[in-house]
Protein backbone atom coordinates (compact mmCIF):
# COMPACT_ATOMS: atom_id res chain seq x y z
CA UNK A 1 0.00 0.00 0.00
CA UNK A 2 3.24 2.32 -0.94
CA UNK A 3 0.61 4.17 -3.06
CA UNK A 4 -1.76 4.38 -0.27
CA UNK A 5 0.80 6.27 2.12
CA UNK A 6 1.58 8.44 -0.45
CA UNK A 7 -2.22 9.72 -0.89
CA UNK A 8 -2.11 9.77 2.42
CA UNK A 9 0.51 11.72 3.42
CA UNK A 10 -0.37 14.06 0.15
CA UNK A 11 -3.93 14.33 2.04
CA UNK A 12 -2.35 15.41 5.19
CA UNK A 13 -0.23 18.44 3.72
CA UNK A 14 -3.63 20.28 3.31
CA UNK A 15 -5.15 18.44 6.37
CA UNK A 16 -2.92 18.47 9.13
CA UNK A 17 -3.63 16.48 11.78
CA UNK A 18 -4.77 18.32 15.19
CA UNK A 19 -3.15 18.48 18.02
CA UNK A 20 -5.74 17.17 20.43
CA UNK A 21 -8.94 15.78 20.44
CA UNK A 22 -10.64 14.47 23.45
CA UNK A 23 -8.57 13.24 25.98
CA UNK A 24 -5.63 12.44 23.47
CA UNK A 25 -2.79 14.02 22.05
CA UNK A 26 -2.36 13.22 18.50
CA UNK A 27 1.01 13.53 16.22
CA UNK A 28 1.88 12.42 12.09
CA UNK A 29 5.57 10.89 12.57
CA UNK A 30 7.01 9.81 9.35
CA UNK A 31 4.70 7.11 8.20
CA UNK A 32 2.24 6.38 11.56
CA UNK A 33 -0.32 8.70 13.25
CA UNK A 34 0.38 7.90 16.89
CA UNK A 35 -2.93 8.87 19.24
CA UNK A 36 -1.91 8.94 22.84
CA UNK A 37 -4.04 9.54 26.09
CA UNK A 38 -3.11 12.83 28.42
CA UNK A 39 -2.41 11.90 31.77
CA UNK A 40 -5.14 12.49 34.29
CA UNK A 41 -5.29 15.68 36.32
CA UNK A 42 -3.15 15.20 39.95
CA UNK A 43 -6.34 15.12 41.92
CA UNK A 44 -7.89 12.47 40.06
CA UNK A 45 -4.21 10.73 40.37
CA UNK A 46 -4.20 11.01 44.05
CA UNK A 47 -7.34 9.55 44.76
CA UNK A 48 -6.97 5.97 44.96
CA UNK A 49 -3.84 6.75 47.51
CA UNK A 50 -6.17 8.72 49.54
CA UNK A 51 -8.81 6.04 49.69
CA UNK A 52 -6.43 3.31 50.56
CA UNK A 53 -4.77 6.00 53.37
CA UNK A 54 -8.23 6.35 55.30
CA UNK A 55 -8.89 2.71 54.45
CA UNK A 56 -5.79 1.72 56.52
CA UNK A 57 -6.48 4.58 59.45
CA UNK A 58 -10.17 2.80 59.17
CA UNK A 59 -8.53 -0.26 59.70
CA UNK A 60 -6.14 0.29 62.54
CA UNK A 61 -9.08 1.85 64.45
CA UNK A 62 -10.96 -1.08 63.90
CA UNK A 63 -7.70 -3.19 65.19
CA UNK A 64 -7.70 -1.16 68.20
CA UNK A 65 -11.45 -1.17 69.01
CA UNK A 66 -11.35 -4.85 68.41
CA UNK A 67 -9.43 -5.42 71.68
CA UNK A 68 -12.12 -3.73 73.73
CA UNK A 69 -15.08 -5.12 75.65
CA UNK A 70 -17.58 -2.63 73.71
CA UNK A 71 -15.51 -2.18 70.42
CA UNK A 72 -16.75 -5.21 68.36
CA UNK A 73 -19.50 -3.71 66.73
CA UNK A 74 -18.19 -0.40 65.78
CA UNK A 75 -14.76 -2.47 64.90
CA UNK A 76 -16.60 -4.70 62.45
CA UNK A 77 -18.32 -1.65 60.47
CA UNK A 78 -14.39 -0.02 60.46
CA UNK A 79 -13.38 -3.07 59.00
CA UNK A 80 -16.30 -2.81 56.08
CA UNK A 81 -15.20 0.79 55.36
CA UNK A 82 -11.62 -0.01 55.15
CA UNK A 83 -12.17 -2.98 52.83
CA UNK A 84 -14.89 -0.68 50.68
CA UNK A 85 -12.68 2.42 50.52
CA UNK A 86 -10.09 -0.56 49.12
CA UNK A 87 -12.06 -1.75 46.62
CA UNK A 88 -13.14 2.00 45.46
CA UNK A 89 -9.44 2.56 45.20
CA UNK A 90 -8.78 -0.20 42.97
CA UNK A 91 -11.83 0.77 40.52
CA UNK A 92 -10.58 4.41 40.41
CA UNK A 93 -6.87 2.97 39.76
CA UNK A 94 -8.39 0.93 36.85
CA UNK A 95 -9.64 3.66 35.57
CA UNK A 96 -6.68 5.93 35.53
CA UNK A 97 -4.88 3.66 32.58
CA UNK A 98 -3.20 5.37 30.16
CA UNK A 99 -4.35 4.37 26.06
CA UNK A 100 -2.06 4.46 23.03
CA UNK A 101 -2.82 3.66 19.84
CA UNK A 102 -0.76 3.86 16.26
CA UNK A 103 -1.99 3.81 12.32
CA UNK A 104 1.54 2.05 10.59
CA UNK A 105 0.36 2.93 7.59
CA UNK A 106 2.81 0.86 5.75
CA UNK A 107 2.01 -2.02 7.36
CA UNK A 108 -0.97 -1.53 7.68
CA UNK A 109 -1.84 -2.07 10.99
CA UNK A 110 -3.32 -0.44 14.06
CA UNK A 111 -1.70 -1.65 17.47
CA UNK A 112 -3.88 -0.16 20.19
CA UNK A 113 -2.22 -0.78 23.83
CA UNK A 114 -3.86 -0.07 27.85
CA UNK A 115 -0.83 1.32 29.00
CA UNK A 116 -0.95 0.62 33.06
CA UNK A 117 0.92 1.37 36.05
CA UNK A 118 2.15 -1.92 36.34
CA UNK A 119 5.18 -2.56 33.68
CA UNK A 120 4.01 -6.18 32.85
CA UNK A 121 0.63 -5.16 32.92
CA UNK A 122 0.40 -3.16 29.62
CA UNK A 123 -1.83 -4.96 26.78
CA UNK A 124 -0.92 -4.42 23.13
CA UNK A 125 -3.40 -5.67 20.03
CA UNK A 126 -2.35 -5.60 16.22
CA UNK A 127 -5.21 -4.71 14.11
CA UNK A 128 -5.03 -5.52 10.36
CA UNK A 129 -6.28 -2.15 8.60
CA UNK A 130 -8.06 -4.74 6.44
CA UNK A 131 -10.08 -6.13 9.43
CA UNK A 132 -11.47 -2.99 10.48
CA UNK A 133 -15.03 -2.59 9.82
CA UNK A 134 -16.40 0.42 11.18
CA UNK A 135 -15.45 3.98 12.60
CA UNK A 136 -17.96 5.24 15.22
CA UNK A 137 -18.90 8.50 16.62
CA UNK A 138 -20.35 7.97 19.91
CA UNK A 139 -22.45 9.74 22.42
CA UNK A 140 -21.46 9.39 25.87
CA UNK A 141 -23.65 10.83 28.86
CA UNK A 142 -22.10 14.38 29.52
CA UNK A 143 -22.76 15.16 26.87
CA UNK A 144 -19.71 13.89 25.78
CA UNK A 145 -18.48 12.10 22.66
CA UNK A 146 -15.70 8.90 21.39
CA UNK A 147 -14.48 7.75 18.51
CA UNK A 148 -14.39 3.78 18.46
CA UNK A 149 -13.05 1.36 15.87
CA UNK A 150 -14.79 -1.96 15.29
CA UNK A 151 -13.24 -4.32 13.63
CA UNK A 152 -13.14 -8.83 13.27
CA UNK A 153 -10.16 -10.34 13.40
CA UNK A 154 -11.61 -13.20 11.00
CA UNK A 155 -14.23 -12.63 8.11
CA UNK A 156 -17.02 -14.17 9.48
CA UNK A 157 -15.45 -13.67 13.08
CA UNK A 158 -17.13 -11.69 15.91
CA UNK A 159 -17.44 -8.01 15.87
CA UNK A 160 -15.06 -6.03 18.57
CA UNK A 161 -14.61 -2.70 19.11
CA UNK A 162 -11.63 -0.43 21.01
CA UNK A 163 -11.74 3.67 21.85
CA UNK A 164 -9.76 5.27 20.59
CA UNK A 165 -10.65 8.74 21.93
CA UNK A 166 -12.85 9.46 24.77
CA UNK A 167 -14.23 12.62 26.50
CA UNK A 168 -14.75 14.79 23.37
CA UNK A 169 -16.36 18.38 24.25
CA UNK A 170 -19.39 19.19 22.15
CA UNK A 171 -16.84 22.21 21.20
CA UNK A 172 -14.51 19.63 19.59
CA UNK A 173 -17.30 18.08 17.05
CA UNK A 174 -15.88 19.38 13.81
CA UNK A 175 -12.34 18.28 15.04
CA UNK A 176 -14.34 14.88 15.83
CA UNK A 177 -15.79 14.64 12.12
CA UNK A 178 -12.35 15.44 10.40
CA UNK A 179 -10.14 13.13 12.62
CA UNK A 180 -13.17 10.29 11.53
CA UNK A 181 -13.09 11.46 8.07
CA UNK A 182 -9.11 10.73 8.40
CA UNK A 183 -9.31 7.30 9.73
CA UNK A 184 -12.08 6.03 7.71
CA UNK A 185 -9.61 7.02 4.39
CA UNK A 186 -6.77 5.40 6.50
CA UNK A 187 -8.93 2.05 6.43
CA UNK A 188 -9.91 2.59 2.89
CA UNK A 189 -14.05 2.12 4.17
CA UNK A 190 -16.47 3.71 2.02
CA UNK A 191 -18.86 7.05 2.88
CA UNK A 192 -16.49 9.03 4.63
CA UNK A 193 -15.49 11.58 1.97
CA UNK A 194 -12.51 13.04 1.17
CA UNK A 195 -10.23 13.54 4.62
CA UNK A 196 -9.71 17.50 3.87
CA UNK A 197 -13.78 17.45 3.15
Excluded at 20 to 40: A, F, I, K, Q
Excluded at 109 to 128: C, D, G, H, Q, Y
Amino acid sequence: MLGGVASFEDALQDNRVPGRLGDVRLRYDGGRLVGESVPPAWDRRALPGLCVGVGLGCAAAAAVLAGQRDGAGAAALLGLLAAALVGLALKLEAGLGRRRFVLHFRTESLRVERLTWAPRATRAELIPFDAVRAVHMLERPGPRYALVVEYALEPDGPLHRVELVEHIRPTETATLHRVWRLLSNAFGLRGAGLAGG
